[in-house]
């Protein structure tokens, strides 16, 4: 038996201290678990080739993920808080109700991603690519969307309190219901977008493009409209109390009749508004 049992030791020896496969080849093979294992380990993997992994409710906290390719991983309620994601490649990933919570985001390609109720809260995109994202009723509170592309991204019900997003592109944007109050949109590129009630209190919109943008029941109450493009911009029921449109462009009598404001809505020249009921 002594023989045997010196047989079984070396196998168990040789099994321990055999080379790990690489991430990259872990990912290649389809071996999720394993992957998710290592990646847990070691903390992330920068540059490393991981797409359509399968890493479903991974947590990785702090991790180093940059410039990785992640395109279509499924990556649905991972905790991500503070991963270092600058120049990944998420496009079509699986985030859905995943926590990115003050991640690096910043040139990160995350074009038709889903991050529908995912939290982002202080999360920096800056210069990121959003186009046509799903990020409906997320979670963005003082996130840095500076220059991002949002064209065609789905924003309804999103979380925008305070959010930094001058100069970004949503042409076409869908940003019903959204909270927005005090978000900055200064410079902000917004034609044909959808903000019907959407709750932008306090906001700044100073030199945004808003043609043909949709504003049917918005609360729009102190927002700063100073030099906006308002050219076709719908103001059914718009609440503008207090909101500054001094230098609006494009606007029309027949559109702000629309609207309601008070004796502090500062209006241009020539220009006057209905009370709010």
Do not use: Y
């Not at 991983?73 to 120049?87: F, M, S, T, Y």
């Amino acid at each position: 038996m002594k023989p045997l049992r010196a047989l079984l030791a070396l196998a168990a020896l040789a099994a321990a201290t055999a080379p790990r496969p690489p991430l990259a080849d872990l990912a290649q093979r389809a071996d999720d678990a394993a992957l998710a294992q290592r990646l847990t380990q070691s903390g992330g993997c920068p540059g490393c080739d991981l797409r359509a992994a399968g890493l479903r409710a991974i947590v990785l906290r702090g991790c180093d993920l940059s410039r990785a390719i992640l395109r279509e991983a499924d990556l649905k309620e991972a905790r991500l808080d503070g991963c270092i994601l600058a120049g990944a490649d998420l496009r079509r990933a699986e985030l859905e109700r995943a926590s990115l919570r003050d991640a690096d985001l910043r040139g990160a390609r995350m074009r038709g991603a889903d991050i529908e109720k995912a939290e982002l809260s202080g999360a920096d995109l800056r210069g990121a690519d959003l186009r046509e994202a799903d990020a409906a009723s997320s979670v963005l509170t003082g996130a840095d969307l500076r220059d991002a592309d949002l064209r065609g991204a789905e924003f309804r019900r999103a979380d925008l309190t305070g959010a930094q997003l001058a100069g970004a592109l949503a042409d076409e944007a869908m940003l019903e219901r959204a909270e927005a109050a005090g978000a900055d949109l200064s410079q902000t590129r917004l034609r044909g977008a959808d903000m019907d009630r959407i709750h932008a209190a306090g906001a700044i919109l100073r030199g945004a493009d808003l043609t043909d943008a949709r504003l049917s029941s918005a609360d729009l109450r102190g927002a700063d409209l100073r030099g906006a493009q308002l050219e076709g911009a719908l103001l059914r029921r718009t609440r503008l109390t207090g909101a500054d449109l001094r230098g609006a462009r494009g606007l029309t009598k027949e559109r702000l009749r629309m609207a309601c404001g008070d004796e502090t809505t500062r209006l241009p020249e020539g220009f006057s508004i209905d009370p709010c009921d």
